[in-house]
C-alpha cells in the first residue's frame, strides 16, 4: 500500500494559475511560490454576499494518533466539489513541532490530501517562520529596553521566546546571564509559535491596519506599580507588521482532485484559538459556495473557541458541524470497546448541538478493520442523538469516498441554526472560566490555585475582564487530565494560571499541566524522514 507521502509525489498537479482562475481568484490577487501555490491577496477579491454556507469540522476527543479531522475537511470538500458545488476548503498550516514529534504532517492523508505536501509540511511560503522572527523581535525590544535604563520601569517581563519546534530543554531558562554587556539577567522560556500570540493575531486580523493595532495592544510586562506595558509603548508594531506583510496573505494549494484550498495560519487547538485565519475564510466565502474549515482537536476545545472566541469578534457563523469520529477512538474511550467509548462521541454530539446550536452530522473516518457491525451501531447511536452518521472512505478513495457526507452536510446546511454562545461576556472571567467548564466538559467543580487568583484579581482590575476565556487544556480528555478517559463527570478542573492576549482579544486559562511549548516523544516522526540525492523525501506523512 503506497505511504501518504507516495501518493502525493505521484499527483499529476494543476498549475496553480489554473486553480486561480477556476477558484474565481483575478490573476492580479495571487503572487505564486513556483507552480504549485501561491499567496493571495484579499483585498483584491470579492466581497461575501452572505449567500456562501460555512461547514466546520471538529471532532470528538482525540487518541495521540488523532482521528484524521483535516482528512475528513479534504475528502468532504473534494466530494462537495464532486456533487457540482462550488467548493473552497480553509485550513491551518502544519507547525513543525508536530511534524517531527509525534503526529506527523497536517496535509490530510491517502488520497484526501492538500498539495504540494512536502512543502506545506516543510516550511512552506514561511508564514510560521515570519511569526517567529517577529514575536522575537518584540522579546529582543522588550530587553533592549530594560537594558537601556528602562523608561517605562518594567519590573515583571511576561513575553517569551518562540521557536517552531518541540523542545522541553526550552521551558524555563535563564538568560542575560552575566549580567552587562550581556543583558538582564532573569528566568524566561520559550513557546512553540503556534502558541504565541503573534499567531493568534495573525489569525484573527481582518487586514493590515488591524494586524497593527492588534499587535500594539499586546501586553508584554507589567510596571512596578502593576500597570501593564504593551508593545505599542515599544514601537513595536510598525517593524513587526512589516516582518508580517506577506505572511498575512492567505496561501492558496489544491487537493489530488484539484478542489481549491486556502491554508493559512496555524494556532494550536489545546493551547491556542485553534483554527485558521479569518482573513481565509472569509476570502473563501466570498468565492464559494460553500466552505469548509477546521477547528483544533476536539469540540470542546477548537469547535468551543471557534464560536466563543472567533465568531463573537467576526460574525462569522457556522451553517452546520461535522464531528469526525473513528472505531478506533471510541475504542480508545472505551477501554477497547466501542459501545463503552460511545459516551464521548454522544457529548460532543450534545455540545455541538444543544450548547453551541449547530446542525451536526457525524462523519465516521473508515479503517480498513472496521467491522459492519461496529459501524452499525455507531451510525444508531449518532441518530438517537439527533445528528446522522455517514460512514466516509476517503482517504481509501478521495472525494468519491465522501460524496455521502458531502449530501447530508447540504442537507444540514439547509436546516435553521440556533447559534449560541456558552456564556456571556459581562460576566466575571471566574464565572466564564467555571461556566465553560461545567457546560462544555462536565466539571463538577473549578479549582483556581493561589497564582491563578492572583491573575484573575489583575486582569479585573485593568480591564481585561470582560474578554473571552481562551483554555488551555489537554486534548485527549474533557477534563485536565490526559488519562480521564470517555465521558468523565463531576471532577475538579483545576485552573493554575490565567495570562491575557489582548492584541488577540482573549484571556488563557492554563488548566491542569498543559505546556505551552511541546517535548518529543521517545521516538520522534523526525527519527523516519529521509531525502535521497535526487532530493526525494521519504517518511513524512
Known sequence: MPTDIEIAQSAVLAPIDEIAAAAGIPSDAVTRYGNDKAKVDPQALPAATGRAKLVLVTAMSPTPAGEGKTTTLIGLADGLHRIGLRAMAALREPSLGPVFGMKGGAAGGGHAQVVPMEDINLHFTGDLHAVTAANNLLAALVDNHIYHGNALRISRVVWRRCMDMNDRQLRIVRDGVGGRPNGVERDDGFDITAASEVMAVLCLATD?????????????????????????????PGAMAALLRDALRPNLVQTLEHTPALVHGGPFGNIAHGC???????????LADVVVTEAGFGADLGAEKFCDIVCRQTGLRPDAAVIVATVRGLQWHGDGHVERGLPN??????????????????AINRFPDDTDDELALV???????????????????????????ARAVVARCEEASRFAFV?????????????LAQRVYHAGSVRFTEQAQIDLASLQAHGFGGLPVCMAKTQYSFSDDAKLLGA????ELTVRSLRVSAGAGFVVALAGTIMTMPGLPKDP?????????????????
Not at 485558521?276 to 466570498?286: E, F, Q
Request: include cysteine; hydrophobic fraction near 45%.
Open 208 to 236: 493590515l491596519d488591524d494586524l497593527k493595532a492588534r499587535l500594539g495592544r499586546m501586553v508584554v510586562g507589567y510596571r512596578d506599580d502593576g500597570e501593564p506595558v504593551t508593545a505599542g509603548q515599544l514601537d513595536a
Open 276 to 286: 485558521n485565519s479569518v482573513i481565509a475564510t472569509k476570502a473563501a466565502l466570498g
Open 345 to 362: 462521541l454522544l457529548r460532543h454530539i450534545d455540545n455541538v448541538t444543544n450548547v453551541y446550536g449547530l446542525p451536526a452530522v457525524v
Open 379 to 405: 451510525q444508531a447511536r449518532c441518530a438517537d442523538a439527533g445528528a446522522p452518521a455517514v460512514v466516509a472512505d476517503h482517504w481509501a478513495r478521495g472525494g468519491a469516498g465522501a460524496e455521502e457526507l
Open 423 to 435: 456564556y456571556e461576556l459581562d460576566r466575571p472571567l471566574a464565572e466564564k472560566v467555571v461556566t
Open 488 to 491: 468523565p463527570e463531576g471532577f
Open 525 to 541: 516522526a523526525a527519527a523516519h524522514i529521509d531525502i535521497d540525492g535526487r532530493g526525494v523525501i521519504a517518511g513524512l506523512f
